[in-house]
């Protein structure tokens, strides 16, 4: 088996071993419910991750100690809530390589691509500073995505080009789930202002050549938006490395709770960008006619913000940091194999994506022969098995590859190798039940 | 695995029908002529589970009753009774929505249209009983085998698919039955 070497492959980390990810469980409440008589195998963390003990203990812990309004009141709660919220905002992002101040909290990624889209399309109606004039776009512009995203970084793009008039083009994806990088080459150029694509795909699992891609959109002066939101839970992701100007990914898939995710961008960039949203919190002078914005990240987090969750992700990304996430990354690479290799023995499985001994993610979709997806999810559920069904929000990704939907187990730190078996034993089952000889 | 309720659900009727899919165009449906052949009245509606992707498309064509002129107003109040004469679908989806398309093709072709509004209604009732609905299957046919489905609220969406789709056919005729003169939308 021979492997590229991504950057989790550091020299002295090891995988996460059985015992240790037995221990991890025990931080894990929900782990321990049994679904239809059976223990639940969550096999459904790329869609969303469960919460640690601790993520929940910080959230509680504020509320009891310390809830009030930050960046407001000058009273001793306000301080402590706002020191609790700077500090969470200071571990998240050097969690991924990033300067505090490069860090905007938001609800989601979804959030954090439209943010950037609906600045960039403020900045084409002349709003912002001489500093804005770089992010607009018009006509003759274009902007480019793969045919492999998520539509959390799709529609937001197709919606600015409708309000632009820029054009939007996309990178194709080959048979095997990669990304046509010959094509790439010709479909970025001179006309592109901005590449947007997904570090690894939440569908197929393949890891894209983030350095490849950003050299190729910065040779032509394009900005570029990387979706991490598969990568930061799952490897370490260095943005500063990588050099993207922008990065989203959200909380909920990286052991926080629901309703918290992050902007990263280059300082520099925004600094030029003008606001999304806009009210209180983010201003420094108003008037009737007026206002004078704060620097970013407050520029970009109009009103009440989710302190709680932000203080709650940070605690996730401690127990992260903890682990380790290039041991993480190990276990989970080992896991997706395990999975991969697994299936293809499957009389009438066809795994999508990257086959057995290439680099992806600790996920695998794969469509079944003469049984639907959802019929396949059902099957599972009734084991206790919790898998993704459907099209993953990656329509386009499904018609290139030939379906309209299929079924996706994904793995995280807590994840078996029992419970990677017990699903591929289940899946043996699948055909025969629904009367299919493959 | 509690197989047995899962074959509740699965029933060898459902798993059948979903693989040979009664009234299933298996080519793409014509353009389509709401004024259809004469004296039929077609309506066509596209339902789509946003939940799986699941998609179907249901054609039908409604014929006033024998002896009715071509251009007869389709109604229930005045007149003969309309039948359901013809009834076509393309799908993709589960087993379950699949096989209900093809259950809904069997059951409502020949019907009246007010038989077929109340055999709408008494499926809906079952899906949505929870499993409290003994089916009466003389009434139901092949649609009984739907009863386990109302166990897994998750999926009575899927069963009910062509059934909407159906439903909303019927009201297209209905509206332009009702003004005949007026193009279909
Ligand atoms: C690759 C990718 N991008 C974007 C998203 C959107 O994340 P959220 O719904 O949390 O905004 C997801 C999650 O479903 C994802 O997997």
Redesign the interface.
């Known amino acids: 088996m021979t492997l590229s070497a991504p950057s989790f492959r550091r020299a002295a980390a090891v995988a996460l071993t059985e015992d240790e990810v037995a221990r991890i469980r025990n931080d894990f409440p929900i782990l321990e419910q049994r679904i ?3 223990p639940l195998n969550y096999l459904d963390s790329g869609a969303t991750s469960q919460n640690p003990i601790s993520v929940m203990e910080a959230e509680q812990e504020y509320y009891e100690q310390r809830n009030a309004a930050v960046h407001r009141g000058a009273h001793t709660l306000a301080f402590a809530a706002t020191e609790v919220f700077e500090s969470a905002r200071e571990t998240v992002a050097a969690f991924i390589g990033a300067q505090p101040d490069e860090l905007v909290w938001t609800s989601n990624a979804t959030e954090g691509v439209n943010l950037v889209a609906y600045a960039i399309s403020n900045a084409s109606l002349g709003l912002g500073g001489p500093d804005a004039a770089r992010f607009r776009i018009g006509a003759g512009d274009e902007i480019v995505v793969t045919e492999m995203e998520h539509h959390a970084n799709l529609i937001p793009w197709q919606q600015l080009a409708l309000r632009t008039g820029a054009t939007l083009r996309f990178i194709p994806v080959l048979d095997d789930g990669t990304l046509d990088l010959a094509a790439a080459a010709t479909i970025v150029g001179p006309r592109t202002r901005l590449l947007a694509f997904t570090h690894a795909s939440n569908v197929v699992g393949t890891i894209n050549p983030v350095a490849e891609l950003v050299e190729l959109a910065h040779r032509f002066g394009a900005l570029v938006l990387l979706d991490a939101c598969q990568t930061v839970p799952h490897l370490p992701v260095d943005v500063a490395a990588l050099d993207v100007d922008f990065a989203v990914f959200s909380g909920h898939k990286m052991l926080g709770p629901t309703g918290i995710g992050a902007l990263f961008g280059k300082a520099e960039l925004l600094a030029g960008l003008p606001p999304f949203l806009t009210g209180g919190s983010m201003i420094t002078t108003v008037d009737m006619e007026h206002a004078e914005f704060l620097a970013p990240p407050q520029r970009f987090e109009a009103g009440t913000q989710r302190i709680s969750q932000a203080i709650a992700l940070a605690a996730a990304v401690d127990y992260l940091t903890e682990t380790g996430m290039d041991r993480i990354a190990l276990r989970e690479a080992e896991l997706g194999q395990r999975l991969v290799a697994g299936l293809a023995e499957i009389p009438g499985v066809r795994v999508l994506g990257p086959a057995a001994g290439i680099d992806r993610i600790g996920l695998a979709a794969f469509d079944v022969a003469g ?5 396949v999810g ?2 599972l559920d ?2 206790g098995i919790a898998v993704r ?3 993953h929000c990656a ?1 386009p990704l499904h018609r290139r590859l030939g379906i ?2 299929s079924t996706r187990a994904s793995t995280y730190l807590y994840t078996t190798t029992d419970e990677v078996d017990q699903f591929l034993a ?1 899946m043996h089952e699948v055909a025969p ?3 299919v000889k493959p | ?3 047995s ?2 074959q509740q ?2 029933q ?1 009727i459902i ?1 059948d029908h979903a ?1 040979y899919r009664h009234g299933a165009s298996s080519e793409p449906f014509g353009v389509f002529d709401a004024d259809g052949a004469p004296g039929l009245r077609l309506a066509e509606s596209h339902q789509v589970n946003t ?5 179907i498309t249901v054609r039908v064509g409604v014929r006033a009753g024998s002896g009715a002129a071509a251009d007869a107003a389709v109604t229930d109040a005045a007149g003969p009774a309309p039948v359901i004469e013809q009834f076509v679908w393309r799908g ?5 929505s ?1 096989a209900s398309a093809s259950v809904l093709a069997d059951t409502m072709t020949g019907l009246t249209v007010s038989e077929a509004e109340a055999l709408v209604t008494t499926f809906r009732e079952l899906l949505r009983s929870r499993g409290t609905i003994e089916p009466d299957e003389e009434v139901l046919g092949d649609a009984a085998a739907f009863a386990g489905v109302s166990k ?1 609220p998750a ?1 009575v969406k ?1 069963a009910m698919l062509p059934w909407v789709a159906f439903e909303a056919a019927l009201m297209q005729v209905a509206a332009a039955s009702a003004a005949p003169a007026a193009p279909l939308a």
């Open positions: 239809n008589g059976h049984v639907h997806a959802h019929d059902q099957f009734e084991a069904v459907g099209h329509q309209t939907a289940a039940f629904f009367g | 695995m509690s197989s309720e899962l659900l699965y060898q798993l693989k939940t799986c992707g699941d998609e993709d989806g589960c087993s379950i699949m897994y999926r899927c």
